[in-house]
């Protein structure tokens, strides 16, 4: 497929009602992603739910008081300001979310992820990404330890085992443990990629995946580089060092392709009846069928501007726009959240089922859903 | 001492049945402390001979090495520089405590929270069974600002003292003092690292070659005290 057809394709799965979130999500994984940046502010927010109409407030001064982690931010953001100059703004989306949600806790590589949004979407959507992603992606990572993100990571052993069992045996000689991949992991290889086209790209395929895709395509690397790998010496520092070390031009697009092929074939179901896997329960794992059922029943934003009271100043486009003030927040946000209830309405039963489930562990991240 | 000699064939143990070719000995040294007190600063500057031009958070473990020659044997050293917040070392940087031949403790000596976390630290090495046999430095680094200094090279020396350590102030930006241009033979943090290979060849207690300046421990100031510690300092390098 052609990228002009591609693009047809988006602004038309864009303009259905409801918006055609399928079709987005096949874009989002399909060769090239999301293609531009304008795409991508018009698509991320489709792929988690989120009405761009109904942005939250930036958020005020005194998101910076006293926050128990308020130092590291301040530490991990200042450090990161070569990649990007406006930290104030980085600093103040990630303690607004931190701030709305205590039982969510900061962890660094969190900055990666802030930024990468920030840079795209500009800071108002950045927040409500952001808070999203915290709540249902990267909810395992903001425990207040990190025993759910090694459960993440206990994953990636038993995929390799089934593609490649002397990959996988010669790595557990070498004792390389996995937290060469916890980076790439916690941060969606943000913190990993010198080339920001290619964060982009991988952003593409996770917003539009599975919170356990992260992994997969950590497995789909080491087999790309299996050869390497096994003529390296047996140990674990060895290892963790040919492994911890990104190449820079790994073929992406190939790659995103086979992690894709990896998660048909091994789902995460079929990988928790290894033992290992079955002490412990995912909330991000637990709670995604449930978000993307969410996700199915929205209106296109041709429809959600005019559902607000207050319609933006110009074209839908300009809403979009980073820094662009909208007060919907508060006079127009009831009816968008009247249309938003009468939607979830819809859903039904088959949301309700799986809600029980999810509900066992994360209410209160439910909750944010309808 | 046991521990030492069994843990260092350990690294070359797996493979060698028949005949093994002449090993390079390889020393595993952690760098941990505080998150912001230079740790990936410090191993940058020792295995790349350089002040890094930008660092960012380290996640998890980072791993460094370089070939050094320590009297006629090429001996390579590894440093694992591990991440300062405090989650990962709860759950994730264990694993890499495992047969760990020397351990370098790094505070900022413009922070004193950093100061005062050193004994959490301490105990976390006694929690993994590194105990007071494994050789073990303090450092204290960024002594370049010395506007913004908040913990005294005495009270830093008491400490180390008091856990029989040696203490090390330096700079990872300007080791060699506050003039720039430093070559790798007055280089102090060079000088530290190379200060534990020695003591981690020589297997015998850890003796600085220098003399006390004034003081009563093996405190060296390795930003102020140069000139005097010269001859001891310099290692041979490639």
């Known amino acids: 497929m052609g990228k002009k057809q591609k693009l047809a394709e988006i602004h038309q799965a864009l303009n259905c009602d409801p918006v055609d979130i399928e079709t987005l999500r096949r874009a989002a994984v399909s060769k090239g992603g999301l293609l531009t940046d304008e795409i991508r502010r018009k698509v991320w927010p489709k792929l988690l739910n989120i009405n761009v109409f109904d942005l939250p407030p930036k958020p005020g001064k005194d998101v910076r008081e006293n926050h128990r982690d308020h130092n590291q931010v301040l530490l991990d953001v200042r450090r990161s300001m070569k990649r990007f100059p406006k930290g104030k703004q980085l600093i103040d989306i990630i303690l607004d979310v931190l701030k709305c949600h205590p039982q969510l806790h900061y962890y660094q590589g969190y900055h990666d992820v802030a930024v990468t949004l920030l840079l795209v979407v500009g800071e108002r959507m950045a927040l409500a990404l952001l808070d999203k992603l915290s709540n249902f992606h990267l909810r395992d990572f903001m425990d207040p330890t990190m025993d759910s993100t090694k459960h993440i990571l206990n994953y990636l052993m038993p995929i390799l085992e089934q593609v490649d069992t002397e990959l996988h045996d010669f790595m557990i000689r070498a004792e390389v443990g996995t937290i060469f991949a916890l980076s790439w992991l916690i941060t969606w290889y943000g913190h990993v990629l010198s080339e920001f086209k290619y964060t982009l790209r991988l952003y593409d395929f996770f917003l539009a995946s599975h919170p356990l895709m992260p992994i997969y395509l950590a497995a789909a690397i080491v087999l790309h580089r299996e050869k390497e790998v096994k003529t390296t010496e047996c140990d674990m520092a060895m290892v963790h060092h040919l492994l911890s070390r990104i190449p820079q031009d790994l073929p992406y697009e190939l790659l995103i392709a086979q992690a894709q092929e990896l998660f048909d074939h091994y789902p995460p179901s079929v990988l928790a009846k290894k033992a290992a896997l079955q002490s412990r329960k995912s909330l991000s794992i637990s709670t995604f069928q449930a978000f993307q059922l969410s996700t199915l029943h929205q209106r296109p934003d041709s429809v959600l501007q005019r559902l607000t009271k207050n319609p933006a100043p110009s074209s839908s486009n300009m809403a979009l726009l980073p820094r662009e003030p909208s007060s919907l927040w508060g006079q127009g946000n009831r009816v968008v959240k009247m249309a938003v209830w009468g939607l979830s309405a819809t859903l039904g039963a088959a949301v309700f089922a799986v809600a029980q489930t999810a509900m066992e562990w994360g209410p209160e991240v439910l909750l944010q859903l309808f | 001492m046991a521990g030492i000699g069994s843990s260092l064939e350990f690294s070359g143990s797996l493979t060698s049945s028949s005949l093994p070719p002449p090993r390079t000995r390889i020393f595993k040294i952690i760098v941990i402390g505080d998150s912001g007190v230079g740790k990936t600063c410090l191993t940058y500057r020792f295995c790349a001979g350089k002040f890094p031009e930008k660092t960012e958070a380290t996640i998890g473990v980072d791993f460094r090495e370089r070939l050094v020659d320590i009297d006629g044997e090429k001996i390579k050293i590894q440093l694992w520089d591990t991440a300062g917040q405090e ?107 190379m200060t534990v290979a020695h003591k981690l060849k020589s297997q015998k207690p850890l003796i600085l070659s220098q003399p006390p300046a004034e003081s009563r421990g093996p405190t060296v100031n390795l930003s102020r005290a140069r000139d005097e510690g010269g001859r001891g300092w310099s290692c041979s390098s490639c």
């Open chain 2, 87 to 193: 989650r990962f070392r709860k759950s994730m940087v264990q694993h890499y405590y495992r047969n760990v031949h020397a351990i370098v403790f790094v505070y900022d000596v413009t922070n004193a929270a950093s100061f005062r976390s050193l004994p959490a630290w301490i105990e976390e090495c006694q929690q993994h069974a590194l105990g007071s046999e494994v050789p073990r430095i303090l450092v204290g680094n960024k002594c370049d600002l010395r506007d913004s200094l908040q913990v005294s090279t005495d009270t830093a020396q008491q400490f180390a003292d008091s856990h029989s350590m040696p203490l090390f102030e330096t700079s990872a930006k300007s080791p060699g003092g506050p003039e720039e241009g430093t070559h790798r033979d007055s280089d102090h943090v060079e000088a530290i690292f």
